[in-house]
């Protein structure tokens, strides 16, 4: 359920470097949480720190902190910044994993044959397979080295501790065994094979571990860089450049110039710079990448057009209404991103695992040294078992399995038109079984039309519609702004307006009183409505009718009709056979609300709620143990929206944050709610795949290591693969099509 929110400072986005597991963001989020008045949020897949700042507090103070930490930080400008710390990143974890992998190959055959055939050895053997190892333990496993000596100053621990104990571990021991040449049984291969001598094999325990941890870190960064692309694939439509026309003359400037009211020219295949109003030409403009609609959209002067679309062809002149950070593709990409960084209730909980699995590790590491010498064995196989367990356990998969489903299903649900504002919203999707839909501008277009005027007095059909025009000319509700329009122009005056919210309107016109409105406000206002008027409400069927009253009689009636959406349909099938209950909420009377709702398939109607009696209707609904997602257009029904469980707002222009919603639908196509709620299942049990693999995993690894089962390299390689397993499995969430 959303709350509106009140005025704050913007928080502060930080780009952090260096963190490499979940329990690096768990410290990071503590240390920023000690500081006075601060409140921060810490992500390791998005590798960025949101903080909120009180009163006093110097953004300096932040980056100090995540500093004195051992970490990295810089306040957060742009998306380039972003890409090019990840292609440093990538191309520095590249040249360690050559490195590792051109020496790790032949320190494997060289060190296994050597140990296991005494005749092949020759006089400085021992010293070329260390000279060998020395640079793939002391230079591509830097950054595991490095992190561990950082955690160590500050009495903590994560996933790097464990990797560099292991690698220097088994270096040392090979180190140690064969200057000292221990003649104790040989190092076991997993085979049954031993052989004097054979600790040399160590080494390539140590460079084959780091081998293949360097490599499932290089394939995950590269992955999660994906996933992070996905992200701020949006910000990358805008168009970089804009023809501003002054004086009849187009002047070539940076999009980023561009000011609320210039005018500017779009030639066919480029890309719109702002969102603005057509005041020249007709085009076709592709709308794909903002809404998710095939199909290009004719637009001609007086039509909006949106920053980020195309046009197909013709050369149109816009005037810029919003520009910059004020535009719906900005907009867009802000959200996106928002939603990506905050956590979810399951994230939570595994970062609070997370800061306890690695000490945890640690203990139970040393334990399985203790236990295997204490029941006799040799001190070879006691050391196997425990470097192991330091290896396999590395809980990398655990930190990456929620935010990386997270962040690509918000992307790719983004690409669809439909803004998740945050995890919130997608569990809160796992729950609802009834969808509440707003009738006006939601099932139907919003655009109406008057159908029919009748007069129930001595004055004519054109009167009727004249007052009724005069009064609603000072109204901007649809049935009133249909009225205005079919009345045309040269209407006269009006004075003493009011606007009866949810009723009608009433007003002074040509110096007589005149109401326009429901029967009920009639009544309510003790104006007598003939037994015709009201047979003749009753008739309309999906139609919806106002009366108008001069003079406190009922002078005749307006019939005004709203287009059902062509997708509107379809999409209730689908909301259908999702399991879901849904209900038609209108402040249309009972017949006209009936005739919609049979008209689209809708089960269930509330009809006659005023706005201000929306949020009632939502919250009986609750109170009687419905889940409520409640789908409006975002202004209206702002506070319906905020009440339900899920509040999914219909949006319309550039005012796509000011929704008090969990998922605003940009497209103007029903279908976004289903897509909607079968996106954010998905993401769900994508997250929740992730999860099971990532604790099933270390259950039962664990225990295999430490009972000798698992040899140190195969640990190194399954810790790694489990990564970008969690990482390849929520990318394919990028696949996700929505069912027709």
């Known amino acids: ?66 500093r004195k930490a051992g970490y990295d930080a810089r306040v957060r400008h742009r998306a380039e ?40 050895r020759f006089t400085g053997w021992e010293l070329l397979c260390v000279l060998l190892a020395v640079p793939v333990v002391c230079y591509s496993a830097w950054p595991f080295h490095r992190a561990a000596l950082r955690n160590a100053r500050h009495g903590s621990s994560s996933m790097d501790t464990l990797v560099s104990l292991g690698v220097l571990a088994s270096f040392g021991w090979a180190v140690w065994s064969l200057t000292a040449g221990s003649s104790e049984p040989g190092y076991w291969l997993g085979f049954g094979v031993t052989a004097a001598g054979a600790d040399a094999v160590y080494l390539d325990v140590a460079a084959g571990v780091t081998t293949f941890l360097l490599a499932g870190r290089y394939f995950e960064t590269r992955s999660r860089r994906t996933a992070l692309g996905l992200l701020t694939a949006l910000a990358d439509l805008a168009a970089k450049d804009a023809r501003v026309l002054r004086d009849g003359v187009e002047h070539p400037v940076a999009a980023g110039l561009l000011r609320v009211g210039d005018l500017f020219v779009v030639r066919p295949g ?98 399985t040294l203790a236990g295997w010498l204490a029941t006799g064995h040799d001190v070879r196989a006691a050391f196997t078992a425990s470097i192991a367990v330091l ?143 009201t047979e003749w409400l009753n008739d309309l069927g999906a139609a919806t009718g106002v009366l108008v009253a001069r003079n406190g009689v009922v002078a005749g009636g307006i019939a005004v009709r709203d287009t059902v959406r062509p997708s509107a349909a379809e999409a209730i099938t689908r909301l259908h056979g999702l399991g879901l209950r849904t209900i038609l909420l209108t402040g249309d009377g009972p017949v006209a609300a009936r005739a919609v709702a049979d008209e689209v398939g809708i089960t269930d109607v509330i009809a006659k709620v005023r706005p201000t009696e929306k949020v009632e209707a939502i919250e009986a609904l609750r109170a009687r143990g419905r889940r409520v997602a409640m789908v409006g257009d975002g202004v209206n029904d702002s506070p319906a929206l905020a009440c339900a469980d899920l509040g999914m707002a219909m949006a319309r222009g550039s005012d796509v944050a000011a929704h008090a919603a969990d998922v605003i639908l940009v497209r103007e196509d029903l279908h976004a709610v289903p897509d909607a709620i079968e996106l954010a299942n998905r993401t769900l049990a994508t997250i929740r795949g992730n999860l099971l693999w990532a604790f099933g995993y270390n259950a039962a690894a664990i ?30 969430l990028r696949g996700y099509r929505p069912h027709r």
């Open 1 to 66: 359920m959303t709350t509106l929110e009140t005025d704050a400072p913007a928080p502060v986005e930080l780009a952090v470097s260096g963190m490499t597991c979940a329990a690096c963001a768990g410290r990071i989020e503590r240390k920023l949480n000690k500081m006075d008045g601060v409140r921060a949020s810490v992500n390791y897949a998005t590798e960025r720190a949101i903080v909120h700042l009180p009163t006093g507090v110097d953004t300096r103070d932040v980056v100090e902190t995540v």
């Open 81 to 120: 910044d972003d890409r090019a710390a990840h292609t440093a990143a990538v191309a520095d974890l590249r040249r360690r994993l050559v490195v590792a992998a051109v020496l790790a190959i032949p320190l494997g055959n060289l060190s296994i044959s050597l140990a296991l055939v005494p005749s092949w």
């Open 270 to 367: 480029e890309s719109l710079p702002a969102d603005g109003v057509v005041t020249e030409g007709v085009s076709a403009v592709e709308t794909a990448t903002i809404t998710g609609e095939a199909v290009p959209e004719d637009v001609g002067p007086g039509d909006r057009v949106v920053g980020g679309t195309v046009n197909r062809n013709g050369r149109l002149v816009v005037r810029a209404t919003d520009v910059g950070a004020n535009t719906q593709l900005a907009q867009m990409s802000a959200l996106a991103e928002q939603a990506a960084q905050r956590k979810a209730t399951v994230q939570r909980l595994v970062d609070k695992v997370c800061t306890i699995f690695v000490p945890v590790v640690l203990v139970l590491a040393a334990m």
């Open 391 to 533: 290896i396999i356990a590395c809980p990398c998969a655990l930190g990456l399995a929620t935010p990386t489903a997270l962040m690509v299903g918000v992307a790719r649900a983004a690409g669809l038109g439909v803004l998740v504002k945050g995890p919130e919203a997608l569990e809160a999707t796992r729950s609802v079984d009834t969808v509440v839909l707003d009738k006006t501008g939601t099932v139907t277009t919003g655009r109406m039309t008057v159908a029919a005027v009748i007069s129930f007095s001595r004055a004519s059909e054109q009167d009727v519609l004249r007052w009724a025009g005069a009064v609603e000319s000072a109204s901007e509700h649809p049935i009133a702004t249909a009225i205005v329009t079919e009345a045309g122009d040269g209407l006269p005056a009006v004075a003493r307006f009011e606007a009866l919210v949810g009723a009608g309107a009433r007003g002074e016109v040509d110096g007589a009183p005149v109401v326009v409105g429901t029967a009920d406000l009639l009544t309510e206002l003790g104006i007598e409505v003939p037994p015709r008027a």
């Open 703 to 732: 225990p295999l290591a430490a009972l000798g089962l698992l040899n140190p390299l195969i640990a190194g390689a399954a810790m790694s693969l489990s990564s970008v397993l969690v990482v390849t499995n929520s990318l394919r």
